[in-house]
């Protein structure tokens, strides 16, 4: 194993002969002894590096197809010795590749930077002290601290373990949890047999572990699995909505293609000059910059939202936050301030008890599992007031789970050998489930009904006002080794534990501000109907629109489908729940994001079109989260979900104004081929235009969004973006038919004359395209960004001015226009800017009343 001397596999070895052959101990590993280990074996990784070298990342521009067309097209010119052709289309490439491979780089180091803010920590032993470091830098040897809510992040064998339960669904596809425990398990058995082991990939349900690890990277289990499989991402909305557009143009380019070669050919032209014309107008028809265009946009989108406390782990991520029309989330600190306090403990009578107080802190200060903002308000609570766990020692703990929804932890009074006190403290109805009295001035009294829903009466009654309630029970048995949970019965109730969360100050405002962006909110809770329904009239959600996990667990799914897209509370929901809720919403067309942080929020956030989790959540919250807040605030993805619809946006801009003027010009070529003694443009003019018209496009990921956009989810449309191409496509072809009669009939122009006055009318329309179909308003009523609008009216000084710049014109076979021709050609670019404003005015128009009827419809 990489030169560390282990034979056999490590399940059946015992811990300490195994921490001896990795030269650990106790203490873990020294930090020199780490630093070198990791040098030997590599970080503790299962993906190859994301990040390529800015050669690598040079070489993939090259990838493209459309790059590959240039080279062939290049090739092409350089056996025909067409020196001066082969150097434009190659300089055009490098020209093109370099503008994409500084935007890209710059884009990718920007991920990366983002990437480490969010990496994985874990609690390590290392010189005897405990420390938190890196889980990359994890190495075999290493002793590892586990509890509820961390992912495993190396195979290891389990040294000492408390109530540890483990999913491994990751790895098994088991969705019950399974119990970890040390020993020592024959060498043959199968992965979900080696109980005395954890992998990679899995997290921890509940309890507490000490792991030595013994294998990482690629070398666990589940770095085995990756390794086989190369396995990809599935692909989200947003990538499918790139191909399907990659389809669109496919279908668009070989057609015309095919028809301009068919025609040239029979027309009797050279076969080589027709052919670089069709592979010409193929690369012009692309907007080749497209992948450079997204990954800038998205990752200047990541750069803005990073600035405001909203990191995104997946760039994707960004369109579907912007898509999103319905947001989940549970109710502490995102609707609420998220500092809960004890208010009051109160005995069974309801009455205030220092005493249950105390049996609360011994409980919350000796557990040792899912930390939880309840058990510090009543640690803190309890400091304050002056308690200490002195004079008591723990024997055990039974840990919190997410069926039981309570926590147990067995003390001893010193110098009682013979007694355990069990405190049970948790859920209310949970709590009462297993006790059997209740005591009254330190009497043990008999549960009755009546004395159960006088109980039940104070919770519902707490829970009203807005109270958070917890119930302590206590039970004294003969002294045991070892506790589990068949001893929580017949235990005597002692009492309610009082916390108060406030609601935000500006939640109402935010639920308000979510509403305008066309975002609902639905909380989903664990917590009872009452404590929910007072936060909702307090934040402004419908108290009455509530659905109980009891009530939801009868509920077939179709039924579900129905309720759950009118239903503003989920209330009383078990874990397992959650991601039925999620998946209900989605099947009646919703986009669903969900924010969590706690360990039974995974499947859910995995489930939602986008999972939203906190810098603070458990490990297994944040790698199933898509987007992290840097602080659980709902104004703070507010911004995020604009942040997210401007570059979504943006993205969509560049699409649709490129290929709508691209396959307006490309059209004009394809239907003058047939008609002209001549090609309308060389094939180095074709591609000079398409790389002019490209540059502007580069700053459009700067550009400003109409207020309008960001107030409704956007998402992917094909139908729409083809039907935009289309028809201002057909507007800039009328007018380049226009120019066409204009050339021939008024300027009987040559055709070096032809070929630079609609090189420079199609390049100026492209440009005034940019500028007029970015907004849905008239374009003097919304302002472009500063880079946009210099960045295109620099191109159209410099288009004007290519026929009089001498050596480069005569490169490109231009020719100098006489002043009425110039002036001609500024007429048609402006006629041709009124149409399409007005054009605009009416496509636009048309489409909402098409979603308005669909709507109602």
């Not at 055009?92 to 370099?98: A, E, K, N």
């Not at 991920?111 to 890196?134: M, Y």
């Not at 509820?148 to 491994?168: C, H, M, R, Y």
């Not at 998205?298 to 994707?316: K, P, T």
């Amino acid at each position: 194993m990489d030169g560390l001397n282990i034979d056999g596999p490590y399940w059946n070895r015992g811990a300490n002969e195994l921490m001896t052959a990795l030269g650990s101990g106790p203490g873990g590993l020294s930090t020199e002894k780490a630093i070198a280990r990791l040098r030997a074996v590599g970080p503790n990784t299962v993906e190859e590096s994301s990040h390529l070298s800015a050669f690598h990342l040079f070489l993939r521009q090259f990838e493209s197809p459309l790059v590959l067309i240039l080279i062939f097209a290049a090739a092409i010119s350089l056996v025909l010795q067409q020196w001066v052709d082969s150097a434009i289309i190659l300089a055009i490439v490098l020209g093109s590749t370099l503008l994409g491979f500084f935007q890209e780089y710059r884009a990718s180091t920007a991920v990366e930077e983002l990437k480490h803010r969010l990496a994985l920590t874990c609690r390590v032993i290392r010189d005897g002290i405990e420390l938190v470091v890196p889980a990359g830098t994890i190495v075999p040897g290493d002793v590892i601290l586990l509890s509820a809510g961390n992912l495993i992040p190396a195979d290891g064998l389990i040294v000492e373990a408390v109530d540890f339960l483990v999913n491994e669904a990751s790895m098994t596809g088991e969705s019950f949890p399974v119990e970890k425990r040390p020993g020592i398990i024959k060498p043959e058995a199968a992965g979900s047999a080696r109980t005395n082991a954890v992998f990679l990939g899995a997290s921890v349900q509940s309890g507490t572990a000490k792991v030595l690890a013994v294998e990482t990277g690629l070398r666990t289990a589940f770095g085995a699995i990756v390794a086989r499989l190369k396995s990809r991402e599935p692909e989200t909305d947003f990538g499918r909505g790139v191909r399907q557009f990659g389809y669109l143009l496919i279908r668009a380019m070989v057609i015309i293609v095919l028809f301009v070669l068919t025609v040239n050919l029979l027309l009797g032209r050279p076969v080589i000059e027709s052919l670089l014309f069709a592979v010409a107008l193929a690369v012009g028809l692309s907007p080749e910059l497209l992948p450079a265009i997204v990954s800038v946009t998205l990752s200047a989108g990541a750069r803005a939202m990073g600035r405001r406390g909203v990191i995104v782990r997946h760039l994707e991520a960004i369109e579907n936050l912007g898509s999103m029309d319905i947001l989940c989330t549970d109710k502490t600190g995102t609707l609420t301030e998220g500092t809960i306090v004890l208010n009051g403990t109160l005995d069974a009578d309801n009455r205030p008890s220092d005493e249950v107080g105390k049996i609360a802190y011994l409980n919350a200060a000796f557990e040792t599992g899912i930390e939880n903002p309840l058990d510090a308000a009543i640690v803190n609570a309890g400091r304050a007031g002056g308690l200490t766990t002195h004079g008591f020692a723990k024997i055990d703990e039974i840990p919190y789970d997410f069926v039981r929804r309570r926590l147990t932890i067995v003390v001893a009074e010193d110098g009682n050998h013979v007694q355990h006190l069990i405190i049970t403290k948790g859920a209310f109805s949970n709590v009462l489930d297993i006790c059997s009295s209740f005591q009254r001035d330190a009497v043990d009294i008999p549960l009755t009904t009546a004395l159960r829903t006088e109980l039940n009466a104070v919770f519902e009654a707490k829970g009203t006002e807005g109270f958070r309630v917890l119930a302590v029970a206590t039970r004294r048995v003969a002294a045991e080794p070892h506790y589990g949970r068949e001893q929580e019965r017949d235990m005597t109730f002692r009492g309610f534990l009082i916390f108060f969360d406030p609601p935000k100050a500006e939640a109402r405002r935010t639920i308000h501000d979510l509403a305008q962006l066309g975002i609902r909110i639905k909380v989903i809770s664990g917590d009872n109907r009452h404590v929910a329904a007072h936060l909702a009239r307090a934040v402004g959600l419908n108290p009455k629109s509530m659905l109980t996990g009891e009530a939801l667990g009868k509920l077939r799914d179709e039924a579900l489908w129905h309720l759950a897209p009118s239903t503003d509370l989920f209330v009383e929901i078990d874990p397992q729940q959650k991601e039925r809720i999620v998946r209900a919403l989605q099947k009646t067309g919703h986009s669903v994001g969900y924010l969590g942080d706690g360990i039974n929020d995974a499947p859910a956030l995995h489930a939602a079109d986008v999972g939203i989790s906190v810098e603070g959540a458990v490990d297994v919250a944040r790698e199933s989260a898509d987007i992290i807040l840097l602080s659980r605030d709902l104004d703070c993805l507010r911004s995020g979900v604009e942040d997210g619809r401007r570059t979504f946006a943006n993205t969509l801009k560049y699409i649709s104004i490129t290929t709508s003027a691209n396959f307006g010009n490309m059209l004009s070529m394809a239907m003058a081929a047939p008609l002209l003694p001549f090609l309308p443009l060389a094939a180095k003019q074709i591609l000079l235009n398409n790389f002019l018209s490209d540059i502007p496009s580069i700053a459009i990921s700067s550009d400003n969004v109409d207020p309008d956009r960001l107030r409704l989810p956007q998402r992917w449309n094909i139908r729409d973006i083809r039907r935009f191409m289309i028809v201002f496509g057909l507007i800039s072809s009328v007018f380049d038919l226009v120019t066409f009669a204009v050339l021939l009939a008024v300027f009987h122009a040559d055709q070096p004359t032809f070929q630079t006055f609609w090189f420079i009318v199609s390049l100026l329309t492209e440009l005034a395209v940019v500028l007029i179909l970015r907004t849905q308003r008239p374009a003097f009523r919304s302002r472009p960004s500063r880079l946009l609008l210099w960045a295109t009216f620099l191109v159209a000084a410099g288009t004007l001015a290519i026929p009089f710049l001498g050596p480069l014109s005569s490169v490109f076979s231009f020719v100098p226009l006489s002043g009425l021709q110039m002036v001609t050609a500024v007429a048609i670019v402006f006629a041709y800017i009124v149409a399409t404003e007005g054009a605009k005015t009416l496509f636009y128009g048309r489409m909402f009343m098409r979603k308005l009827q669909s709507h109602h419809g």
